[in-house]
């Protein structure tokens, strides 16, 4: 039993029902959130008509055109010729590996429409993640074997090196590439990672756009596959323009339009000493498509603030009158944006995200929240259908963290369903796991039939998925965006 | 809420990248050196094949046998071409014809010999041969190797010294 928690009814759950007496800081009964009611909903933005199988025949169709045209050129019988054609194999292979991963990261992080709708920005994320590993481990065999290649040729490994880095052509922009490739992974391990600010660590990141530009010509023209071969040198060139229209079509053009038509402060509401409701407002608000449970990237338009964009979740279901964020002060970003006065310009680029109210599927629903992370779990729940009897945990680590209570417990109400909460510090939690599946079997009885969809810190989520699908939850209905930065 | 700190300035968090980038770019003018002597750089306008010869062969293009030669003839240099041994490199055999002077230094030489197993071999040679038949002229057969070709440029060399060798003999 957590040491923190307030006192509870039954000894064998780590949940219970909150104390309808127990002081709530959203105490404000006359919330702005009915308002909405007043506006119309925003309509939804249209679904994906991606399949899987379009993706897999995209893949199927990109590996054909460079790994193919690879083998084709004999780049598999190398492998049985001896070192010297391996190595000169294993170059060609792991530089097109390389290169391939690297464009498909980019495109993916262009954040074209058709695949966000499908799979959520966060999975995006995830594979380009996935993708960038995979270059740097391709980038690095490619880099090994050249120098072993070039060194076959008998000048020796220093002479070799120093050929490779620079006296041949168009190698110092290779050389300088891969390096800079080097940087960005390793500034994007986790560990170090951490010790960046966001927008430094980002910053850093562009710098890989540099090194994409600057190793190109060596691989068409010291890249035995493109460097001869006429037509998949300009397969490879349109591929590579392809893939800069995606970034200026799906990344660059909707961040300068959200630009051009910003939205403004309506009203900030605190609730909490740390949190705040933030309405976003405008005309523009009537051409745009959102869903309860979305999240938009926000960039106030103010001197000191218009180079970041922060992503933030729907607080609350959104309508023409306005969109509200729920903000809790975690760091300078956050902060500033939960202090923007009234009227205050905010570029708004979105949505995002795939967790919405269409997940339910007609079924029961569990809810996971963490801290904040009820902000989308408020906007799902006031556009619940009958019959989903929803059953919220809440966990918070503070009692006044628990915002929206009473408006959570209605809603909840309304459709047949109950708020459960958990207060306290994890470290007092510690020799028990609220997330474990008897912890959510005593809370939830029927939580195996139910749709689960999370929200919160990454360490709740997977404590939660783990839990979950140890009670029998299926992996497809288990829903959450996973938070990337 | 820390009042305290005053928001990150976009100066003081583009810096690092920026300097990242800068210093990325001032590495790339110092390493772009490309030797002159190095396949690659193409410098001059040599376009191998396309010079009247005095000595042809035509046929098939079979590996390390084909004599498609092509030797610059030009009046300060004529006579007989003369063809050297096929000499086996770890990549295949070269084979040069030259054109003696009177003294019996090559004034002009050419490889249509050369391994071609390949496409990496055949990549580098049709850069390289070019520019080693150009320093025939000045140095003979103590021509500086290639960067990046040293293979075919002691296969040159050997085929040309037995060629050389051969004649005085």
Same mark, same amino acid.
């Given at each position: 039993m957590g040491g923190l928690a307030p006192v509870t009814t039954t000894a064998s759950s780590a949940w219970q029902t909150p104390d309808a007496t127990q002081p709530q800081n959203d105490g404000r009964r006359k919330r702005p959130s009915t308002k909405h009611n007043a506006h119309a909903a925003l309509s939804p933005a249209p679904r994906s008509q991606l399949l899987h199988s379009d993706i897999a025949a995209m893949l199927a169709a990109l590996l054909t055109c460079t790994v193919g045209v690879w083998a084709w050129h004999g780049g598999v019988s190398g492998f049985s010729k001896g070192w010297a054609p391996a190595a000169t194999s294993l170059t060609q292979l792991s530089g097109i590996a390389a290169s391939l991963a690297g464009l498909v990261g980019v495109a993916l992080v262009a954040r074209p429409k058709s695949v966000e709708r499908a799979y959520g920005l966060d999975q995006l994320f995830v594979w380009h993640r996935y993708l960038g590993e995979t270059m740097a481990i391709a980038l690095g065999i490619h880099v090994a074997a050249g120098i072993v290649e070039w060194a076959q040729g008998g000048a020796g490994y220093a002479s070799s090196i120093a050929d490779v880095t620079g006296r041949q052509p168009?190698?110092?922009?290779?050389?300088?590439?891969?390096?800079?490739?080097?940087?960005?992974?390793?500034?994007?391990?986790?560990?170090?990672?951490?010790?960046? #600010?966001?927008?430094?660590?980002?910053?850093?990141?562009?710098?890989?756009?540099?090194?994409?530009?600057?190793?190109? #010509?060596?691989?068409?023209?010291?890249?035995?596959?493109?460097?001869?071969?006429?037509?998949?040198?300009?397969?490879?060139?349109?591929?590579?323009?392809?893939?800069?229209?995606?970034?200026?079509c799906s990344r660059f053009t909707p961040s300068i339009r959200a630009v051009m038509r910003p939205l403004r402060v309506r009203s900030v509401h605190r609730i909490a000493d740390d949190t705040c409701t933030i309405v976003l407002a405008g005309n523009e608000l009537k051409s745009m498509r959102a869903e309860a449970g979305q999240f938009f990237m926000l960039r106030p338009l103010r001197r000191d603030l218009w180079w970041q964009t922060h992503p933030f979740s729907l607080g609350a279901a959104p309508a023409t009158g306005g969109l509200e964020f729920s903000i809790k002060a975690r760091g300078d970003a956050?902060?500033?944006?939960?202090?923007?006065?009234?009227?205050?310009?905010?570029?708004?680029?979105?949505?995002?995200?795939?967790?919405?109210?269409?997940?339910?599927?007609?079924?029961?629903?569990?809810?996971?929240?963490?801290?904040?992370?009820?902000?989308?779990?408020?906007?799902?729940?006031?556009?619940?259908?009958?019959?989903?009897?929803?059953?919220?945990?809440?966990?918070?680590?503070?009692?006044?963290?628990?915002?929206?209570?009473?408006? @959570?417990?209605? @809603?909840?109400a309304a459709n047949g369903g109950r708020v459960l909460t958990l207060v306290g510090p994890s470290a007092s939690l510690a020799n028990h796991d609220p997330f474990g599946a008897a912890s959510l079997r005593d809370a939830v009885p029927d939580i195996a039939e139910r749709?689960?969809?999370?929200?919160?810190?990454?360490?709740?989520?997977?404590?939660a998925r783990r839990g979950l699908i140890d009670v029998g939850v299926s992996n497809l209905d288990i829903h959450y965006e996973r938070p990337w930065w | 809420m820390r009042s305290s700190d005053r928001p990150a300035s976009l100066s003081r968090r583009a810096l690092p990248a920026v300097a990242l980038a800068g210093l990325s770019g001032f590495i790339l003018t110092q390493l772009d050196r490309p030797a002159s002597n190095a396949i690659g750089t193409r410098t001059t306008g040599i376009k191998h094949g396309v010079t009247p010869t005095t000595a042809n062969g035509s046929g098939a293009n079979g590996p390390g046998q084909q004599l498609g030669t092509t030797i610059p003839a030009t009046p300060a240099c004529?006579?007989?071409?003369?063809?050297?041994? $096929?000499? +086996?490199?770890?990549?295949?055999?070269? &084979?040069?014809?030259?054109?003696?002077? $009177?003294?019996? $230094?090559?004034?002009?030489? +050419?490889?249509?010999?050369?391994?071609? +197993?390949?496409?990496?071999?055949?990549?580098?040679?049709?850069?390289?041969?070019?520019?080693? +038949?150009?320093?025939?002229?000045? &140095?003979?057969?103590?021509f500086d190797s290639i960067s990046g070709a040293t293979v075919t440029s002691d296969g040159y060399r050997q085929s040309l010294q037995a060629l050389l060798d051969g004649q005085r003999g």
């Open positions: 168009y190698m110092a922009g290779a050389t300088v590439g891969a390096a800079l490739v080097a940087i960005v992974t390793l500034t994007s391990l986790r560990s170090i990672r951490r010790r960046f #600010s966001y927008e430094t660590w980002y910053f850093l990141h562009l710098t890989a756009y540099f090194a994409l530009v600057v190793s190109f #010509s060596h691989e068409i023209v010291s890249g035995g596959d493109f460097a001869r071969d006429t037509v998949a040198r300009w397969v490879w060139i349109a591929l590579h323009l392809g893939v800069i229209a995606a970034l200026v956050s902060a500033a944006i939960a202090s923007l006065p009234k009227g205050s310009l905010v570029a708004v680029e979105g949505p995002f995200g795939i967790c919405t109210p269409e997940v339910a599927a007609g079924r029961k629903l569990v809810f996971i929240a963490g801290g904040i992370g009820i902000a989308p779990i408020r906007a799902l729940m006031q556009r619940l259908e009958a019959g989903t009897e929803p059953v919220l945990l809440y966990r918070a680590r503070r009692d006044v963290d628990l915002v929206h209570l009473d408006e @959570l417990r209605s @809603l909840a749709v689960a969809v999370m929200c919160g810190p990454e360490r709740m989520l997977f404590a | 004529s006579g007989a071409t003369v063809t050297g041994p $096929a000499v +086996d490199t770890r990549w295949g055999p070269v &084979q040069v014809t030259a054109i003696l002077r $009177a003294d019996g $230094a090559p004034c002009s030489a +050419d490889a249509p010999v050369t391994p071609s +197993d390949r496409n990496r071999s055949i990549e580098i040679n049709q850069q390289a041969v070019p520019m080693i +038949d150009q320093e025939i002229p000045a &140095q003979g057969v103590n």
